[in-house]
């Protein structure tokens, strides 16, 4: 986990999400000028393998990401076609604003040079070329998502059809998803240790 992100967050951080629409909106402490959306940070971040977070770190960096998204969009009047509502549902978006987060981190660290900011921004619209076309190969929407269509490779079974899916509520149906990732990896890190366990020679 990276010095940024959130200890163990509890109940209370996902319910403070479901306030973006007004937190951007009214004034706030948090987001008078000098606000810094990545925190205290004692060094640059390291990069994150998403594959390779335990369950607890998992959770951590999905509410912190989700909270830059929402600064990200908001600052910049993002529309649909660069960060639609159901990024999280994409691998290929997850990871393109993963690592464009961590690349924002470095560029405003306190130690990083002055000119690192404008080549963030140059970057940043490299990035949006390539989320206009994640977007828009995904099928994903403002009002409704559909999984990405997959290629299925001779010898493979057929992919199933895509359907779209309606969402009322994003920020309650982000809750649900990643407590369902976070309890998935917290299964596959009880199977492992299960497995340890079994087999006491594997440690």
Do not use: C
Not at 137 to 166: C, F, H, I, K
């Amino acid at each position: 986990m990276n010095q940024h992100t959130p200890h163990n967050p509890g109940p209370e951080d996902y319910l403070a999400h479901d306030t973006y629409d007004t937190a951007y909106d009214e004034p706030d402490p948090g987001f008078e000028p000098g606000f810094d959306p990545g925190g205290d940070l004692p060094e640059p971040p390291k990069p994150i393998n998403w594959n390779l977070l335990s369950a607890d770190d998992l959770e951590a960096e999905w509410l912190e990401l989700n909270k830059w998204v929402h600064w990200l969009r908001r600052t910049y009047g993002l529309p649909a076609s660069v960060i639609p509502p159901f990024w999280h549902h994409h691998p290929e978006l997850l990871w393109e604003l993963s690592a464009l987060h961590l690349h924002w981190l470095g560029a405003y660290d306190p130690e990083q040079n002055a000119s690192a900011p404008i080549g963030w921004h140059r970057d940043f619209a490299d990035a949006r070329a390539r989320l206009r076309e994640w977007v828009a190969a995904s099928g994903t929407r403002l009002d409704r998502d559909r999984p990405t269509r997959q290629t299925s490779w001779p010898g493979e079974d057929p992919t199933p059809p895509v359907e779209d899916l309606t969402i009322e509520d994003r920020e309650s149906e982000f809750v649900d998803f990643v407590m369902a990732q976070v309890a998935e990896r917290r299964r596959a890190e009880d199977e492992f240790f299960r497995h340890l366990d079994d087999h006491p020679g594997g440690r």
